[in-house]
């Protein structure tokens, strides 16, 4: 069974209990809007009209765990296990919005469990995200015409007052635009231009672009709306710079980054689209829009290091290319001095800048060496040496680099040579 028809069945025995107490359950925002787009949604949401909130709740442990999100406003989160696969349900009474103060959090939010169907969805950020579903009879309900917005790739705030409320919502613009390839109307241009974002803590603004560099096929399509809407104005100066002097390359490279990153582990993905915008930026501005997202290291892979690695190295394989001749020796040092794992992705981030000629000759030639996910591992250890009656101390790790360099340069090849190469270095240091 899909995700998407899990997740559909539960919301229908959840509608059904709710009928019967007189209440009215409903699929919102993302999944009727993707369904509607023939995607299959992995995530659901559900408001339920007519019903309290203690009753609703009460309801719902009828179905499997139940956590409570916030306070005046509740969300419940409804958790359960299928066929070995988590699923989880967001079910929440409609909304009621008080702004209270300045900023995406300066507002009261609370659960309204007598609210209209209309009212509910004026306070959602776009049309295509305003449409609900009855998951009982199928009927859909579209009260700002988000479904002939979707036919027409057309992305269309709901209400300018409450879209202001939350600035998160222009960068939710960004990448809705390049994930489902919309056009912004004249009006929520401009609506989005008047926002100031600089209340927007680094973590939200790197949760629309993971979204925006991971899910849209074509990246590029979000660059150049973030640009429009003066998002990389306001938050990313030097990207905007970069866009302005080199757009058509720039965004080529991010979008054939995007159709490379697919087999990749998710810290990889992430660090080959930060490195294709990287390598536009240069080593300074790269450490500016790492610093903007706030990444650093993601399932225990330094992202930050490896995208600065592979931007410092992004002219490597194309320059090796033209030459007549590169030793292996270089190819070793290469695989020593970066993280592993790295020259693969260097490979893909030369794929994507359009030298696949090069990338197909670069990666050849480290698989040959069988250092394309590894450098060489030591021959010569600490233990070695001590074995061989060298005293604990700061000799040991002098000799035992050396040994090294010796191998990565080919004048050490095997364990023997490794214990001659010590020994010859260990007799000039007591000589």
């Known amino acids: 069974m899909s995700v998407s028809q899990s997740l559909l069945e539960k919301a229908q025995a959840i509608a059904r209990v709710v009928r019967e107490r007189g ?6 925002g993302g ?7 023939g995607l299959h949604p992995k995530d659901a949401d559900i408001e339920v009209y007519g019903l309290e909130a203690p009753l609703l709740r009460e309801l719902l442990r009828k179905f499997g765990r139940v956590d409570c999100v916030g306070e005046s406003f509740r969300v419940y989160k409804l958790a359960w296990w299928s066929e070995k696969e988590r699923f989880e349900l967001d079910i929440s009474l409609p909304r009621r919005d008080k702004k209270i103060g300045a900023g995406h959090k300066g507002f009261e939010v609370e659960g309204d469990p007598h609210a209209t169907v209309e ?7 776009f049309t295509v995200n305003a ?4 998951p009982l009879t199928g009927e859909i309900l579209d009260p700002f015409g988000g479904r002939a917005d979707l036919e027409n790739k057309t992305l269309r705030v709901v209400d300018a007052a409450h879209f202001a409320e939350d600035s998160l919502r222009v960068l939710r613009a960004v990448q809705f635009a390049a994930r489902f390839e919309m056009q912004m109307e004249p009006r929520s241009i401009e609506i989005c231009r008047a926002i100031d974002l600089s209340d927007l803590p680094r973590e939200r603004i790197w949760g629309e ?15 150049r709306i973030a640009r429009e809407l003066g998002v990389l104005h306001q938050l990313f100066p030097y990207l905007e710079t970069a866009l302005s002097r080199r757009g058509d390359e720039l965004c080529a490279t991010l979008d054939n980054a995007a159709r490379e990153k697919g087999n990749l582990p998710y810290a990889q993905q992430v660090t080959l689209m930060l490195a294709a915008l990287g390598t536009f930026l240069g080593w300074r501005g790269t450490e500016q829009l790492l610093d903007g997202l706030n990444v650093h290291s993601l399932d225990n892979f330094n992202v930050r290091l490896a995208t600065i690695q592979l931007v410092g190295e992004r002219k490597r394989i194309t320059d090796w290319h033209r030459q007549n001749e590169v030793s292996d020796r270089e190819f070793r040092f290469l695989s020593a001095r970066l993280l592993p794992g790295l020259p693969r992705l260097m490979a893909q981030l030369a794929k994507a800048r359009g030298a696949h000629e090069a990338e197909d000759w670069f990666i050849t030639k480290m698989e040959q060496l069988n250092i394309a996910d590894a450098p060489p591992a030591p021959l010569l250890m600490g233990r070695h040496l001590l074995e061989m009656g060298l ?18 340069t080919g004048e050490v090849g095997t364990l023997d040579e490794a214990f001659e190469a010590a020994r010859t270095w260990m007799n000039e240091a007591n000589e």
């Open 391 to 408: 005293k604990p101390g700061p000799r040991i790790g002098k000799i035992t680099k050396q040994v090294y360099l010796a191998q990565l």
């Open 119 to 125: 009212d509910a969805a004026r306070r959602r950020d």
């Open 131 to 134: 449409i609900l579903k009855d």
């Open 23 to 28: 209440g009215r359950a409903l699929l919102v």
């Open 209 to 223: 672009w993971e979204k925006l560099l991971l899910k849209a096929p074509r990246p590029s399509l979000g660059l």
């Open 31 to 37: 999944f009727v809007r993707d369904e509607l787009l």
